[in-house]
C-alpha cells in the first residue's frame, strides 16, 4: 500500500466515494468523521496527507486546521500537508485557507481525476520540502541533527517540556584521527551516534555539535540513576565498538563524558542551562573523564553571580571548542551588538567591510510551499559559502543581510557573483535574488 491519506467528513458518502477514488491508485485511506476524532487519530497516527471538510458541526475545517497545527508545534513533529474540502466556490473562503496555510482545495462533488491529481501534487511537493528541510538540518556524517538545528529544537524543548539536556565529549578522539586516519575517525563518529541513539529513548533529541561534540535532551533519562546507567552504557559499547574497528590491541583510552543538567519545562532560557550541563562536563574532564557529572537545577535556576572561577575554566566555558567551518549566523539582537563593535573596529584600525542585502523574490511558476523552502535553503547556502569571519541575519523570510568583514575591495563583486552565481545553477526558476551593496570604511583611508 502507497500513501496515507485521512480523510475528515462528516457525510459518510463523501468519505465512501473520496476513500474508493485514492484506494484505487493504491493509497492506504483512513476515513474520520470529525475534526475532533482527527485530532485524536493524529496523536497516535501520522498520515501523509489530510483532507479536511470544512463546513462540519461542532468543530468546522478551520477551526480543526487550527487545533492541528497548535497540536504539531506542542508535539515537536513536522507538520502534516493539509487539503481543504468544499462546495463553495468564494473566493473569500479560499484565501482565508491559504493564508492560514493549507496546501490546496478540491471542489465538491468529486472529480476522480481532479482529485487524485491534486493529492499527488500536493505529495510530491511535500516530499521535495521534506528532502530539502532534511538536508538543511541533518548531520550528513552521522544523521543526528546538525548543530544550528539542535540548537534550536532545545531552545523550545527546555521552555517547555521537563527533561535532562545533555553536552557529550568523546574523550580521546583526536587519537583516532592521528594513529588510524580520518576515515576510521568518521566511523568512530558513526558508530557513537548509533550508540547514543540505541541507549536514550525514541522521543530523545539528540545532535552532534561538530567534531566529536554532541548534546542531547532526554524526557526518558530523568534520574541520576538512569543518567549514570546510560554513561556506563555508552562508554562499554563504544570502546567494544572501537577494538572491533581497529583491532583488540587499540590502546586509545576512548570514551565519553557527560554533562547534564535537570530542567524544568517552565520557560527556562537554553542558554543557561546549557551553560550548566557545560560547567559539569568540564568537571568530568578534569577528574578521569569517561564519566558523568549531573547538575540539578530548580526552577528559574541561574548561575551564580558569586561562583568564582579562573580564568583557564572561564577560556573553555566560553570558547567554541569545534570550530564551524562556516559563516557565524545571529538572531536579530545578537547581530545588532556584534554589527556595532564591527563597525567600531574597521573604523578604529582602518580596515574595510561590505554589507550586502539580498532580498529573495517568489517565481513566476513557484508556489508558496516551494518559495518558503527555497529561502531557507538559500540561507543554508550562503553558511556555506561565505567564510567563517563573515556575518549573516535572517532580517525577515525573504531577506538576508551580509556583513563580509576585513575584505578587499576588488574582491566583493567577485564574492558577490559567486553567492549568486553557485545559487541560480539548480534554482533559477524558484527564486530570483535582486541585491543591495554599501561599503564600510574608515572615511581617513
Same mark, same amino acid.
Given at each position: 500500500?502507497?500513501?496515507?491519506?485521512?480523510?475528515?467528513?462528516?457525510?459518510?458518502?463523501?468519505?465512501?466515494?473520496?476513500?474508493?477514488?485514492?484506494?484505487?491508485?493504491?493509497?492506504?485511506?483512513?476515513?474520520?468523521?470529525?475534526?475532533?476524532?482527527?485530532?485524536?487519530?493524529?496523536?497516535?497516527?501520522?498520515?501523509?496527507?489530510?483532507?479536511?471538510?470544512?463546513?462540519?458541526?461542532?468543530?468546522?475545517?478551520?477551526?480543526?486546521?487550527?487545533?492541528?497545527?497548535?497540536?504539531?508545534?506542542?508535539?515537536?513533529?513536522?507538520?502534516?500537508?493539509?487539503?481543504?474540502?468544499?462546495?463553495?466556490?468564494?473566493?473569500?473562503?479560499?484565501?482565508?485557507?491559504?493564508?492560514?496555510?493549507?496546501?490546496?482545495?478540491?471542489?465538491?462533488?468529486?472529480?476522480?481525476?481532479?482529485?487524485?491529481?491534486?493529492?499527488?501534487?500536493?505529495?510530491?511537493?511535500?516530499?521535495?520540502?521534506?528532502?530539502?528541510?532534511?538536508?538543511?538540518?541533518?548531520?550528513?556524517?552521522?544523521?543526528?541533527?546538525?548543530?544550528?538545528?539542535?540548537?534550536?529544537?532545545?531552545?523550545?524543548?527546555?521552555?517547555?517540556?521537563?527533561?535532562?539536556?545533555?553536552?557529550?565529549?568523546?574523550?580521546?578522539?583526536?587519537?583516532?584521527?592521528?594513529?588510524?586516519?580520518?576515515?576510521?575517525?568518521?566511523?568512530?563518529?558513526?558508530?557513537?551516534?548509533?550508540?547514543?541513539?540505541?541507549?536514550?529513548?525514541?522521543?530523545?533529541?539528540?545532535?552532534?555539535?561538530?567534531?566529536?561534540?554532541?548534546?542531547?535532551?532526554?524526557?526518558?533519562? !530523568? =534520574?541520576? /540513576?538512569?543518567?549514570? &546507567? +546510560?554513561?556506563?552504557? $555508552?562508554?562499554?559499547?563504544?570502546?567494544?565498538?572501537? %577494538?572491533?574497528?581497529?583491532?583488540?590491541?587499540?590502546?586509545?583510552?576512548?570514551?565519553?563524558?557527560?554533562?547534564?543538567?535537570?530542567?524544568?519545562?517552565?520557560?527556562?532560557?537554553?542558554?543557561?542551562?546549557?551553560?550548566?550541563?557545560?560547567?559539569?562536563?568540564?568537571?568530568?574532564?578534569?577528574?578521569?573523564?569517561?564519566?558523568?557529572?549531573?547538575?540539578?537545577?530548580?526552577?528559574?535556576?541561574?548561575?551564580?553571580?558569586?561562583?568564582?572561577?579562573?580564568?583557564?575554566?572561564?577560556?573553555?566555558?566560553?570558547?567554541?571548542?569545534?570550530?564551524?567551518?562556516?559563516?557565524?549566523? !545571529? =538572531?536579530? /539582537?545578537?547581530?545588532? &551588538? +556584534?554589527?556595532?563593535? $564591527?563597525?567600531?573596529?574597521?573604523?578604529?584600525?582602518? %580596515?574595510?567591510?561590505?554589507?550586502?542585502?539580498?532580498?529573495?523574490?517568489?517565481?513566476?511558476?513557484?508556489?508558496?510551499?516551494?518559495?518558503?523552502?527555497?529561502?531557507?535553503?538559500?540561507?543554508?547556502?550562503?553558511?556555506?559559502?561565505?567564510?567563517?569571519?563573515?556575518?549573516?541575519?535572517?532580517?525577515?523570510?525573504?531577506?538576508?543581510?551580509?556583513?563580509?568583514?576585513?575584505?578587499?575591495?576588488?574582491?566583493?563583486?567577485?564574492?558577490?557573483?559567486?553567492?549568486?552565481?553557485?545559487?541560480?545553477?539548480?534554482?533559477?526558476?524558484?527564486?530570483?535574488?535582486?541585491?543591495?551593496?554599501?561599503?564600510?570604511?574608515?572615511?581617513?583611508?
Amino acid at each position: 500500500m502507497g500513501r496515507h491519506i485521512a480523510i475528515v467528513d462528516d457525510d459518510p458518502i463523501n468519505l465512501k466515494i473520496a476513500g474508493k477514488m485514492l484506494a484505487k491508485h493504491e493509497m492506504k485511506v483512513s476515513c474520520i468523521p470529525s475534526g475532533k476524532a482527527l485530532l485524536s487519530f493524529v496523536k497516535n497516527n501520522t498520515p501523509d496527507l489530510i483532507l479536511l471538510d470544512i463546513l462540519m458541526p461542532e468543530m468546522d475545517g478551520f477551526e480543526t486546521y487550527g487545533k492541528l497545527k497548535e497540536y504539531e508545534e506542542e508535539a515537536g513533529i513536522d507538520e502534516i500537508p493539509v487539503v481543504f474540502l468544499t462546495a463553495d466556490s468564494d473566493k473569500q473562503t479560499e484565501a482565508r485557507g491559504f493564508d492560514l496555510g493549507v496546501d490546496d482545495f478540491v471542489r465538491k462533488p468529486f472529480d476522480p481525476d481532479v482529485l487524485v491529481k491534486r493529492v499527488n501534487k500536493v505529495l510530491e511537493r511535500q516530499a521535495q520540502i521534506n528532502k530539502y528541510h532534511k538536508e538543511a538540518t541533518t548531520d550528513k556524517l552521522t544523521g543526528l541533527l546538525n548543530k544550528g538545528a539542535a540548537n534550536e529544537r532545545f531552545g523550545q524543548l527546555v521552555k517547555e517540556k521537563a527533561g535532562m539536556l545533555m553536552m557529550i565529549d568523546l574523550d580521546s578522539f583526536k587519537l583516532v584521527n592521528d594513529l588510524y586516519g580520518h576515515d576510521m575517525g568518521d566511523e568512530i563518529l558513526i558508530s557513537f551516534a548509533e550508540i547514543i541513539k540505541a541507549e536514550l529513548g525514541e522521543n530523545d533529541v539528540i545532535g552532534r555539535m561538530g567534531g566529536d561534540e554532541f548534546s542531547a535532551f532526554s524526557v526518558s533519562v !530523568l =534520574s541520576e /540513576d538512569c543518567l549514570k &546507567a +546510560v554513561s556506563e552504557e $555508552v562508554n562499554s559499547k563504544l570502546l567494544a565498538r572501537a %577494538k572491533e574497528l581497529m583491532g583488540d590491541q587499540m590502546d586509545i583510552p576512548l570514551g565519553a563524558s557527560i554533562g547534564a543538567v535537570m530542567v524544568m519545562g517552565n520557560g527556562q532560557e537554553y542558554s543557561e542551562m546549557i551553560k550548566l550541563a557545560d560547567k559539569s562536563l568540564y568537571n568530568v574532564k578534569q577528574n578521569g573523564k569517561h564519566g558523568y557529572e549531573l547538575y540539578v537545577a530548580g526552577a528559574g535556576a541561574k548561575i551564580s553571580l558569586n561562583d568564582r572561577i579562573d580564568l583557564r575554566s572561564l577560556s573553555m566555558l566560553f570558547s567554541e571548542r569545534n570550530i564551524s567551518n562556516t559563516a557565524l549566523r !545571529l =538572531s536579530k /539582537d545578537d547581530f545588532v &551588538a +556584534v554589527y556595532r563593535f $564591527v563597525t567600531r573596529y574597521i573604523m578604529r584600525y582602518s %580596515k574595510l567591510a561590505c554589507k550586502l542585502l539580498f532580498t529573495l523574490d517568489q517565481g513566476t511558476s513557484t508556489s508558496d510551499s516551494e518559495y518558503a523552502a527555497a529561502c531557507e535553503d538559500f540561507g543554508v547556502h550562503l553558511d556555506n559559502i561565505l567564510r567563517k569571519s563573515d556575518l549573516i541575519m535572517r532580517y525577515n523570510d525573504s531577506q538576508y543581510f551580509i556583513m563580509l568583514t576585513d575584505v578587499k575591495e576588488e574582491a566583493i563583486q567577485h564574492i558577490t557573483d559567486h553567492i549568486i552565481d553557485k545559487w541560480t545553477k539548480g534554482n533559477s526558476h524558484v527564486i530570483t535574488i535582486s541585491y543591495e551593496m554599501e561599503l564600510m570604511k574608515n572615511e581617513d583611508m
